[in-house]
Each structure stands twice: as structure tokens, then as C-alpha cells.
């Protein structure tokens, strides 16, 4: 099914549909403390960068983030996720020009997911980059098929099927569109919490020093019962796609 796909400056009215779409993420993943740096500022600074994906009733069922920032000619950063929003909401707020533009989030109604609408909002997104003069678009990417926790994603990032392409699904839509695997950002995000905080998000015990699995989390969160605080580090993926723009 094609998508038609708008950029949210062009059509407000579709605002409130693109936050109460349903998501699948879990809910540790909505306690990291910088992704609120640009959710909540997308409709007020990022909105030509957002596209919202409606199916032929309407009803939005796809949603593609990305954020331009400074990187001034640096090599794509550790911190892949944080970097590319703490610069893209400074460079805003200081009102410097851009030079650099990164995808921040695509998701998929949960009900459409597995049906193939990712690749056309990545596709969306990249073009949209080109739009605005960026000749490259680059993403943090999230490997989500990853279920060992254990196994680093220095090697996970890097296995790939017998067709050549990557052995990660979502890693497998950037390839084949195009993107190239740069290289790991291996602390792209941070989520700190107290034991607390990590039993409510999670229902597990974290009674135990150590690292711990959560499920959906890419690498193991460690825990310190002593110092009564637990850090799910996570690392991404970055992916380079050229935009032809
Ligand atoms: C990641 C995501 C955007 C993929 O979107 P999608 O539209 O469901 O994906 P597609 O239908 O295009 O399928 C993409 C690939 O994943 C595979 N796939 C889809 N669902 C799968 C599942 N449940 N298990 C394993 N593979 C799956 C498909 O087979 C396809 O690979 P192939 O073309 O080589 O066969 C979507 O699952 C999602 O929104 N997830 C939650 C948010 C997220 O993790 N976003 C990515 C980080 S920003």
C-alpha cells in the first residue's frame, strides 16, 4: 500500500493524530533524558523535518523524525542519538545554519508493522533531506532484531545473511535502500534510573549488582544495588545515506 506522506509544517492538521498514534516501544525507552529535547519542540522548530504517514482512509499509520544539526565536519559522534539532538535543538535555539541532518525516529502503527511501509518513509525522509539541501542524510539506527543482549554490536551490526545483506531487519531496510553501515555508536543513548524506576519500567527484580537483561533492551542494563542505580547504555548503528540532493 502506498503511504501518502506530508511534512507536519505542511499539514498541522495532523498533529494531534501523530502523537496519539499507538507505538511498541518499550517503556524504558521513554524515560531517556534527551529525547523530550526535540518530541518537545517538533511541532514549534522541527515540524519541516517530520512526515507523517496517512494509509487511504487517512488514519496515520507511519511517522519519520529527523532533525538537522551542526557537525561541524566532524566524524559521525559516539553519543550518535543524544549528539545529533542536543546540537540539532542548540543550533536552533542559537540560531546557527545547519549543516548536517539525522534521522531521529521512524515508527510504524503496531497493527502495520511487518507489512513494508518502513522503507517508504525512510525513503520520504531522505528525499525530504535533499529538499532542504542536505546531501546526506545519516541515522543512529536502532537494530531492533537484536536479542542478545550479550553479543556486542560491534559483531551483530556487522553479520549478514547469504544474500549479503545484514542479518538485522531494520539495519536490512537501510541497506537495501541504499544507506552504507558507518559504524557503531556504541553510547548513542543513556537511560539512568533509580531501582525503582527500573522495577516500575520493567516488573524485573533488580535486587543484584551485575548486569541484568531487560527484554528489547539491545545491550544488559547494569545494576548497582549499593549505589541504589541501574544505566541501560544503549549503542546504534550509524547508516549514511547519500540523498542525490
Ligand atoms: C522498525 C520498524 C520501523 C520497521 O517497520 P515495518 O514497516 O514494520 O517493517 P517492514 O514491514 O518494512 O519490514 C522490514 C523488514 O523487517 C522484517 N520484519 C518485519 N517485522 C518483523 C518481525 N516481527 N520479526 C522479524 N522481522 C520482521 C521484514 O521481513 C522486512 O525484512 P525483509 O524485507 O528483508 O523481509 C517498525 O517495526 C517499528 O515501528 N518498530 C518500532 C519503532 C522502532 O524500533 N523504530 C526503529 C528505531 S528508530
Redesign the pocket.
Known amino acids: 500500500m502506498a503511504l501518502t506522506i506530508s511534512a507536519l509544517a505542511d499539514r498541522p492538521d495532523l498533529v494531534e493524530p501523530m502523537w496519539d498514534m499507538p507505538?511498541?516501544?518499550p517503556e524504558f525507552m521513554r524515560h531517556d533524558p534527551i529525547g523530550g529535547l526535540f518530541y518537545g519542540n517538533v511541532e514549534s522548530r522541527f515540524a519541516d523535518y517530520v512526515l507523517v504517514g496517512q494509509d487511504d482512509s487517512g488514519e496515520v499509520v507511519g511517522c519519520a523524525y529527523s532533525i538537522p544539526y551542526v557537525s561541524d565536519g566532524e566524524e559521525l559522534p559516539d553519543n550518535g542519538w543524544d549528539f545529533v539532538i542536543r546540537s540539532g535543538l542548540l543550533s536552533n535555539l542559537r540560531g546557527e545554519t545547519p549543516d548536517a541532518i539525522s534521522a531521529v525516529?521512524?515508527?510504524?502503527r503496531p497493527d502495520?508493522?511487518?507489512?513494508?511501509?518502513?522503507?517508504q518513509l525512510l525513503i520520504a525522509m531522505r528525499e525530504n533531506a535533499a529538499r532542504h539541501g542536505f546531501a546526506e542524510l545519516v541515522a543512529p539506527?536502532?537494530p531492533?532484531?537484536k536479542t542478545d543482549a550479550a553479543e556486542p554490536m560491534s559483531t551483530y551490526a556487522f553479520r549478514t545473511r547469504a544474500d549479503g545483506?545484514p542479518v538485522d531487519?531494520?539495519l536490512?531496510?537501510h541497506v537495501r535502500a541504499g544507506g552504507r553501515i558507518a559504524k557503531v555508536a556504541p553510547r548513542s543513548m543513556c537511560v539512568p534510573g533509580t531501582l525503582e524506576e527500573w522495577r516500575d519500567w520493567t516488573g524485573l527484580p533488580f535486587d543484584h549488582t551485575g548486569p541484568v537483561v531487560v527484554p528489547r533492551a539491545l545491550a544488559p542494563v547494569h545494576c548497582d544495588v549499593e549505589h541504589g542505580v541501574a544505566t541501560y547504555v544503549e549503542p546504534n548503528v550509524w547508516v549514511v545515506h547519500r540523498t542525490g540532493g
Open positions: 507505538n511498541s516501544w525516529e521512524i515508527a510504524v502495520r508493522q511487518g507489512t513494508g511501509l518502513s522503507s539506527v536502532r531492533n532484531g545483506l531487519p531494520w536490512r531496510v
